[in-house]
Nanobody
Framework: VQLQACGGGLVQAGGSLGLSCAASGTIFSINVMGWYRQAPGKQRDLVATITSGGTTNYASSVKGRFTISRENVKNKVYLQMNSLKPEDTAVYYC????????????????WGQGTLVTVSS
């Protein structure tokens, strides 16, 4: 399974940016998809997750500003980021958790390659 994320870039504070991520491979189902981010010198932290049923979870720092959504049929997840702040600057990683591949008995998790988001003040 491969995750391909895109949409990062440079934006001014207060601006908006959208990320998307597509999972490909012999996928039967993906339970949870999400976004994490890692700022320079810091650990990787959760940004938002969404289940196949549409249940969402957000980090408190992004709640009300970011919106996660997904298209189950296309195995895609999106992150719309509004009112961006300089502290949102990080490499954003797409994650697919509890992925069941065709023929597998147990689910696995996968990470995308990361996309850089830079918010200038």
């Amino acid at each position: 399974v491969q995750l391909q994320a895109c949409g990062g870039g440079l934006v001014q504070a207060g601006g908006s940016l959208g990320l998307s991520c597509a999972a490909s491979g012999t996928i039967f189902s993906i339970n949870v998809m999400g976004w994490y981010r890692q700022a320079p010198g810091k650990q990787r932290d959760l940004v938002a997750t969404i289940t196949s049923g549409g249940t969402t979870n957000y980090a408190s720092s992004v709640k009300g500003r970011f919106t996660i959504s997904r298209e189950n049929v296309k195995n895609k997840v999106y992150l719309q980021m509004n009112s961006l702040k300089p502290e949102d600057t990080a490499v954003y990683y797409c994650n697919a958790d509890r992925v069941l591949r065709v023929g597998d008995a147990l689910p696995s998790g996968y990470w995308g390659q990361g996309t850089l988001v830079t918010v200038s003040s």
